[in-house]
């Protein structure tokens, strides 16, 4: 099994050290190979996507991904910014299928900005439509508009592309509580109405699942005041990232998150939902768990070994009962390591 492994910027080869530690310690027989990409990747060829590093994500059949981006490469002119790295993988893989699920860890329950009632036992899948919307509709730029300057950009969602996603969170909801949330802002959006449309005609394909629908402003309330009501949520692209980093601290922190990008045959890029963290890249503090739980993803969707995924889950909690702690979820009494620390205790326990 070939894995192509994309540290990129910031924390991200930091992370990724982490995981590939504990990958090798699996005994699986896995191909390893590393590429630039991001700032890194900008640096080695000209190009935050190297045309080397396409080609290898394209053979592999995983990709793990640790973060891109950096105040250094703000002021590049778009397509070489660091971001476009990962927009151009996933338009590239056809990487439709954003699944960041955001559950808490009993033993993190202290680590959240919420009150303990409140998110204990929390379980919720955020479904996010990953190729389409304003993130790639065009017509997008910046024109004259009459003597002054205009942004836009275009909100856009095929009927093939809302039916499609709609499909991942059904059939995901059918392994566990069977309730799916379409979040749109269909009171003001075109785009959100067809959405609508579309994502209840599925619905009538799957009767063993409860459908609600929900607004996007209302959803964004909901989460911080009442987080369990939720199971599966699905959403375009621009609402699923926003509510994604919300969902995100519910569980405590963001450095906890892993998430799937899958295409139509099932292949992935592996990622923690959190970013490239310039401010404490190089200091060995970064919390290494959202990757590493990212390889059991990688695991368990791409490389069909749930059993090696359970075993990276089973370590991490039991580290996490064991009381380490990064400094993001660092709470008093708890004992407070590095990432590289944090990972060679996962290995142990493993
Ligand atoms: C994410 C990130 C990306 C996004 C950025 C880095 C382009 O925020 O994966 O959520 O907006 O999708
Ligand atoms: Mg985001």
Redesign the pocket.
């Given at each position: 099994m070939r894995v192509a492994i994309l540290p990129g910027d910031g924390i991200g080869p930091e992370i990724i050290a982490q995981a590939t530690k504990v990958l090798r310690t699996l005994g699986l027989p896995l191909e390893l190979e590393t590429a630039p990409v991001g700032g890194a990747g900008y640096e080695a060829a000209g190009d935050p996507l190297p045309a080397k590093t396409l080609a290898l994500a394209k053979e592999a059949d995983a990709i793990l991904f640790g973060?891109?981006?950096d105040a250094r490469y703000d002021k590049l002119e778009r397509a070489k910014r660091?971001?476009q790295a990962?927009?151009g993988l996933?338009k590239a893989l056809g990487l439709f299928a954003?699944l960041r699920p955001a559950r808490v860890h009993a033993e993190l329950a202290a680590a959240s900005a919420l009150k303990p009632e409140v998110e204990a036992g929390l379980d919720i899948l955020i479904v996010?439509e990953?190729t389409g919307d304003i993130?790639f509709g065009e017509p997008k730029g910046v024109r004259d508009a009459g003597g002054e300057r205009e942004g836009f950009d275009t909100m856009r969602y095929r009927e093939s592309e809302i039916g499609r996603i709609a499909r991942v969170a059904f059939e995901a909801a059918r392994k566990r509580a069977r309730r799916v949330c379409s979040v749109d802002k269909a009171n003001v959006l075109e785009t959100s109405q067809l959405w609508r449309e579309v994502v209840s005609a599925e619905a009538a394909k799957y009767p063993d699942i409860e459908l609600s629908h929900m607004y996007v402003d209302n959803c964004a309330m909901q989460l911080v005041r009442n987080p369990k009501q939720f199971d599966v949520i699905v959403t375009g692209?621009l609402f699923?990232?926003i509510l994604?980093?919300e969902a995100s601290m519910l569980t405590g922190s963001i450095g906890m998150l892993p998430?799937a990008a899958l295409n139509e045959s099932g292949k992935g890029l592996y990622?923690p939902?959190h970013?490239s963290a310039p401010d404490i890249a190089g200091r060995g503090v970064a919390n290494p768990l959202a990757t590493i739980l990212s390889a059991a993803m990688m695991l368990r969707y791409s490389l069909r070994t749930p059993q090696a995924a359970e075993r990276i889950e089973g370590a991490v909690a039991r580290v996490l009962q064991d009381g380490l702690r990064t400094a993001d979820i660092y709470t008093a009494g708890m004992r407070k390591v590095g990432t590289e620390q944090m990972g060679d205790a996962v290995v142990a326990a493993l």
């Amino acid at each position: 099994m070939r894995v192509a492994i994309l540290p990129g910027d910031g924390i991200g080869p930091e992370i990724i050290a982490q995981a590939t530690k504990v990958l090798r310690t699996l005994g699986l027989p896995l191909e390893l190979e590393t590429a630039p990409v991001g700032g890194a990747g900008y640096e080695a060829a000209g190009d935050p996507l190297p045309a080397k590093t396409l080609a290898l994500a394209k053979e592999a059949d995983a990709i793990l991904f640790g973060a891109v981006g950096d105040a250094r490469y703000d002021k590049l002119e778009r397509a070489k910014r660091p971001e476009q790295a990962i927009l151009g993988l996933r338009k590239a893989l056809g990487l439709f299928a954003n699944l960041r699920p955001a559950r808490v860890h009993a033993e993190l329950a202290a680590a959240s900005a919420l009150k303990p009632e409140v998110e204990a036992g929390l379980d919720i899948l955020i479904v996010r439509e990953l190729t389409g919307d304003i993130y790639f509709g065009e017509p997008k730029g910046v024109r004259d508009a009459g003597g002054e300057r205009e942004g836009f950009d275009t909100m856009r969602y095929r009927e093939s592309e809302i039916g499609r996603i709609a499909r991942v969170a059904f059939e995901a909801a059918r392994k566990r509580a069977r309730r799916v949330c379409s979040v749109d802002k269909a009171n003001v959006l075109e785009t959100s109405q067809l959405w609508r449309e579309v994502v209840s005609a599925e619905a009538a394909k799957y009767p063993d699942i409860e459908l609600s629908h929900m607004y996007v402003d209302n959803c964004a309330m909901q989460l911080v005041r009442n987080p369990k009501q939720f199971d599966v949520i699905v959403t375009g692209n621009l609402f699923g990232d926003i509510l994604s980093d919300e969902a995100s601290m519910l569980t405590g922190s963001i450095g906890m998150l892993p998430s799937a990008a899958l295409n139509e045959s099932g292949k992935g890029l592996y990622e923690p939902i959190h970013g490239s963290a310039p401010d404490i890249a190089g200091r060995g503090v970064a919390n290494p768990l959202a990757t590493i739980l990212s390889a059991a993803m990688m695991l368990r969707y791409s490389l069909r070994t749930p059993q090696a995924a359970e075993r990276i889950e089973g370590a991490v909690a039991r580290v996490l009962q064991d009381g380490l702690r990064t400094a993001d979820i660092y709470t008093a009494g708890m004992r407070k390591v590095g990432t590289e620390q944090m990972g060679d205790a996962v290995v142990a326990a493993l």
